[in-house]
């Protein structure tokens, strides 16, 4: 059983900077692939980004190429997704995830634990 909890989130302006943090409990977190999904009002969950379990490969969807960077810290059970360039459109709930499964996952059946999410919203 893994705990995910979420933190770094806020309100920031277009054009700024936020890093959200994953500090995941329980499991042997180096196993899990770790992703970052996100939700904004009235859409469905979309894919932002995974990483391996050592951190070796990295994947993101489209609209977030090369303007965020996921990252993770094995030895602190810590996963990191910087965003820069923040956008209106990027205001959305954050969530971090891990799977057991391989692959750098997008689809978010594939992963078995779920945070509670953090709220991230970029203002105009």
């Known amino acids: 059983q893994v705990t995910l909890v979420e933190s770094g989130g806020g309100l920031v302006q277009a054009g700024g900077s936020l890093r959200l943090s994953c500090a995941a409990f329980?499991?042997?977190?180096?196993?899990?692939?770790i992703g970052w999904f996100r939700q904004a009002p009235g859409k469905d969950r979309e894919f932002v980004a995974a990483?391996?379990?050592?951190?070796?490969?990295?994947s993101y969807g489209d609209s977030e190429k090369g303007r965020f960077t996921i990252s993770r810290l094995n030895t602190k059970n810590m996963a990191y997704l910087q965003m820069r360039s923040l956008e209106p459109e990027d205001t959305a709930v954050y969530y971090c995830?891990?799977?057991?499964?391989?692959?750098?996952?997008?689809?978010?059946?594939?992963?078995?634990?779920w945070g509670q999410g953090t709220q991230v919203t970029v203002s105009s």
């Open positions: 990483i391996s379990g050592l951190g070796g490969s990295t």
């Open positions: 329980g499991g042997t977190f180096s196993r899990y692939n």
């Open positions: 995830a891990a799977s057991s499964s391989d692959g750098l996952l997008s689809q978010e059946g594939e992963y078995d634990y």
